[in-house]
């Protein structure tokens, strides 16, 4: 089983002295499912990446755009998923001489989070289960990873935020409570987002809250639809509904299904660059104009069936016609 691949390229006036090379994930959700059923699926997926990464480019970092599990409060007590996730992370990082950067999704942290002690939160943090920089992972939750050129900025919206049906709203909150994070954007550096959910940053209404968003990040990297659990052979019979932020509601099951990339700025929301191809999308950006890309997820279907993995490749450039293609 093949994995799908999503080239993008953006285009930046941030002054940056190199191309930028990046290597995008979502959505692993490792599992007793997964574990039990599909292992042969990841590590076919793995060593595809490992083939086409390894003699080709040097990436600059592995991004991890959260739900690296899919366990629940029982999953946390069983430390073999985050063995063989902390593992398979390492692997990735020396083989490609590269940080694994992760942020957390809504199934890496629990629904009541805000409400357990000290003592219980210290039996679910997913730092204290994943993050080891002496192996290349680091895991940012509400924190910064600073390179020479570049930083990555991983934000965790509250648990909650997930499980409310007006997205307009939440995202108001959550940009207020991601303001509150005192985050240093260096205006120099290609500025990276991790978060879960793109949507919560991609209402220009945010911006009373946070008015310099969209001039101090320059990508917003999210998944957490699965590729809007629409089969790729249905997406293009889709058409105009994917045209505003490349979501498609419903008034049940509630669902939004949404994949692709934007450029986000206080005008509002481009059409979403898609492809059903294997070809390069490119996104322009000018001063105060962020690109936001949504990941399509490596367990598509949280792993209930077999399906394809997506893997996103990200170069950013400061002219696209010095951009080379992968």
Known sequence: ??????????????????????????????????????????????????????????????LIAGDLVSCGAEG???????????????????????PVLVSLGNHDILENWEHLTEHEKSKFDMMMHLHSPEHGIYVLHNSQYVDSEFTVTGYTPKR????????????????????????????????????????????????KYYPTLYQDVTILFGGHAHDGFVPRMFQPFLGESMETMGIVR??????????????????????????????????????????????????????????SPSYTEIEVVRDYSRSRKL
Request: glycine residues 2%; proline residues 5%; hydrophobic residues 40%.
């Open 160 to 207: 909650e935020f997930y499980s409310r049906f007006h997205p307009q709203e939440n995202a108001c909150e959550v940009c207020e409570d991601f303001q509150k994070q005192h985050f240093v954007f260096p205006k120099d550096h290609v500025n990276i987002l991790l978060c879960h959910s793109n949507e919560f940053f991609m209402y220009p209404d945010i911006l």
């Open 250 to 307: 419903r008034k049940m099951p509630f669902a939004s299904f949404r994949r692709g990339g934007f450029v986000v700025s206080e005008k509002g929301v481009s059409k979403p660059k898609m492809s059903l191809k294997d070809e390069d999308m490119k996104l322009l950006l000018q001063e105060e104009e962020m690109a936001s890309i949504i990941s399509r997820g490596v367990a598509k279907y949280s792993w209930y069936f077999p399906s």
């Open 1 to 62: 089983m093949n994995a799908t691949r999503e080239h993008f390229i953006v285009e930046t006036p941030t002054n940056s002295p190199r191309i930028k090379h990046f290597l995008g994930l979502s959505d692993l959700h490792y599992c007793e499912r997964m574990l039990k059923y599909y292992p042969a699926i990841l590590e076919t997926f793995y060593r595809e990446l490992v083939d086409r990464y390894q003699e080709n480019v040097n990436l600059d970092a592995i």
């Open 76 to 98: 946390f007590a069983n430390q073999y998923y985050f063995e063989v996730l902390r593992e398979d992370l390492s692997y990735l990082s020396d083989v490609f001489w590269a």
